[in-house]
């Protein structure tokens, strides 16, 4: 079995920001098309991937079952996808 892989996922839309310039990723996966489009160089040798999944309504666009069913899909989704990443990285 091959070692432990660093994976970064990359969104735009997430309010908490960090800087990772001397820390070395196998992956960067981009969930939203944002940083795809306006973060196309990234130091380092990680292998791009990108699957985007829909952002959810920011507070007070909707009301908040309607925010909270479209977080728990979005997580649903997000969960369904790593669990193939994990099988089969990178395809």
């Known amino acids: 079995m091959a070692g432990k892989k660093k994976v970064m996922i990359l969104c735009t ?3 908490a920001r960090s800087q990772f310039i001397s820390q ?4 960067a996966i981009t969930v939203c ?10 130091p380092g040798n990680a292998a791009r991937i990108h699957q985007s999944f829909d952002d959810p309504p920011p ?3 909707s009301d908040d ?4 069913a479209v977080f728990r899909r979005v997580r ?7 669990k193939g ?4 990285p990178g395809e």
Do not use: H, T
């Not at 649903?76 to 790593?82: F, V």
């Open 59 to 61: 507070p007070g666009v």
């Open 33 to 42: 098309d944002n940083p795809k489009e306006s973060c196309p160089v990234f």
């Open 13 to 15: 839309g997430n309010s």
């Open 85 to 88: 990443f994990i099988k089969a």
């Open 76 to 82: 649903d989704e997000i969960r369904q996808w790593m």
């Open 24 to 27: 070395r990723f196998d992956y």
């Open 65 to 68: 079952e309607f925010r909270l």
